[in-house]
Each structure stands twice: as structure tokens, then as C-alpha cells.
């Protein structure tokens, strides 16, 4: 099968973008076992993640995201972004706003002009899903013990759910501290990580100003990700419950930057990303095992 595709990546995190309405026949099966040949970055295109839109009749965007396991999960924010990009380009939606939805959630995404697009991501929770709101009688923060040592975070939900801490440095061993985390911390979900269909997120922050947070972020099951945009919303909410910085910020990580607006009106998170596309192409993919050929 010739799969027509685009590659899309919003602040270093990359996709393979199908248009669902080209490729009718694309069954569920077959695209979860070529997402992996497709993903690989030596033999195939080379991406994050594989992600499927189709438009309802309201011209709203559904979004699949398929990993390089060949798992389906719940898409991240980068991933709707990028949709949202492609639906208000291509007329899948109508306008110049549109929804953009997985199976687990939703967002609105306002494109600002030719290239930025806002999202409307809801308000944030506490870890007992009820809506968090800036209080100075309410403690924030937990405290773990993860070898040896206290280990403080900041516990919500924006999106999945989100752990952030605050390091003066990241002269720190990230994979050893995340997998202590998982273990101490995260409830095992089951056998494999891998197979979570929307994994809990650890970001560790730096402060470097009152606008700006350098952030890195660990995505249980997949390792340290370029940039992740629930994640960098929950990193700003944090930052800004703890006095660090005002509730407009940008927040930077190893792939990009976003302008994460944390509204005093109506508590509600905003994320501003600028996706890109990266280029078009067809994929020839097939069932055997050494996978396709890109064109």
C-alpha cells in the first residue's frame, strides 16, 4: 500500500501525519503493524509517533497516535497541535478554529496566523481530579524517599497525569531518578510500560527567570522526550504556585520552546506552539517484516 504522508514537528517532537480520508481501506491492524518499519529512523521515515486524522461532520479532528510498538495511545498535545495545523490547512476543518480530540480528551486550537496555534488545554487538576486553584492554604508539594534521598514534586493533571520538580541543575542522573520514581511512586499499571495507552509524565524545571523555565521531561514507558506540551503547562502551573514565576512564561525544552498562559480569569491553561511542516512524501508500506520503502 502507498501511504501519502507528512512529516510535521512541533518544538522537536516529530510525526508521520496520514490523512485518514486518502487511505479508506487502511485497516486498524495493518497500520499498527507498519507504524513500526514506518517509525524507524534508519530504514523508514523516521518519527515519534505515526498519527491518523479524519474530520467528522462538524469538521471536528480525530486523532489516532500509533507508537513505534506498534501501540495505540492516547496522542499528545504536540501531536493535536499538529493535527489542528493540518485540519485548518487542508479544510478538514472548518475556519480557523477547530477540536481536536483522542479518545481520552480534547483541546481547541485557535490558529493566531500562518504558522502558531493556540490550545486550549482546560483547567488543571489536583491528584484527586479536582479542579487545582492558586491558594495559599493548600500544600502543593509531596515528598518521596527514592534512593536514599527526599525526592519533591508537584502531583496534577494537565492531560495525563504529571509530576514536576525543581532542580538547580540538570547535572542529575534523569533515568535513574524517573525509573526510582516509577517504582516508588507511579502504581505498576501492568506488565510492560510500553503498553499504557496514556503515560504519566516527570518533568524536572529550572527556574531561569521570571518568564522562563528550562524543562526535561521523562514519559514512563517511552524514556526522556524532546518536548511535551501537558508537560510543559504542568512544569508553568507548578512554577507558578510556588512563587517562581508569573503566569505567563515560556517554557523551554531540548526541542523547542512554547508559550504556556496560565488564565488568572477563568483558570484555564493555554499552550501557543508554532508546528512546522518538514515534508511530504509516500510510504510504501508492507506486511513483511523488513517493512516499506520511503519515496
Known amino acids: ?58 469538521h471536528e479532528l480525530e486523532v489516532r497516535c500509533f507508537t513505534a510498538r506498534g501501540v495505540e495511545e492516547e496522542p499528545t498535545l504536540h501531536e493535536l497541535i499538529c493535527a489542528g495545523r493540518y485540519g485548518i490547512d487542508s479544510g478538514l476543518a472548518s475556519g480557523t478554529t477547530t477540536r481536536a480530540r483522542g479518545k481520552l480528551r480534547s483541546v481547541v486550537l485557535d490558529a493566531l496566523d500562518s504558522r502558531s496555534l493556540l490550545a486550549d488545554v482546560g483547567v488543571p487538576l489536583r491528584e484527586d481530579a479536582r479542579e487545582l486553584v492558586e491558594s495559599p492554604d493548600i500544600a502543593y508539594t509531596r515528598t518521596a524517599r527514592l534512593d536514599g534521598r527526599d525526592f519533591t514534586y508537584t502531583p496534577l493533571y494537565v492531560g495525563p497525569f504529571q509530576a514536576v520538580t525543581f532542580v538547580p541543575s540538570f547535572d542529575i542522573d534523569i ?62 502551573v507548578a512554577a507558578t504556585l510556588h512563587g517562581f514565576t508569573d503566569r505567563d ?39 513483511r517484516r523488513e517493512g516499506g520503502q520511503a519515496v
Request: no cysteine; net charge neutral; proline share 5%.
Open 175 to 236: 533515568p535513574r531518578l524517573s525509573k526510582a520514581f516509577r517504582r516508588e511512586v507511579l502504581i505498576p499499571a501492568g506488565p510492560s510500560e510500553a503498553s499504557l495507552p496514556d503515560p504519566a509524565q516527570l518533568t524536572y524545571a529550572r527556574v531561569s527567570s521570571r518568564r522562563r523555565l528550562l524543562t526535561r521531561t521523562w514519559r514512563f514507558g517511552h524514556g526522556e522526550t524532546q518536548s511535551e506540551g501537558y508537560a510543559a503547562a504542568a512544569a508553568a
Open 1 to 58: 500500500m502507498e501511504l501519502e504522508f507528512i512529516k510535521m514537528q512541533l518544538a522537536g517532537r516529530d510525526m508521520i501525519l496520514v490523512d485518514a480520508a486518502r487511505h479508506p481501506s487502511l485497516g486498524d491492524g495493518f497500520l499498527a503493524a507498519g507504524a513500526g518499519a514506518a517509525l524507524d529512523r534508519r530504514r523508514g521515515v523516521g518519527a515519534d509517533a505515526l498519527v491518523l486524522v479524519t474530520s467528522d461532520p462538524e
Open 249 to 287: 512564561s515560556i517554557v523551554a525544552a531540548r526541542g523547542g520552546e512554547l508559550y504556556v498562559t496560565w488564565s488568572e480569569a477563568n483558570n484555564r491553561l493555554y499552550v501557543t506552539g508554532t508546528p512546522e511542516y518538514v515534508f511530504t512524501g509516500t510510504y510504501s508500506m508492507s506486511e
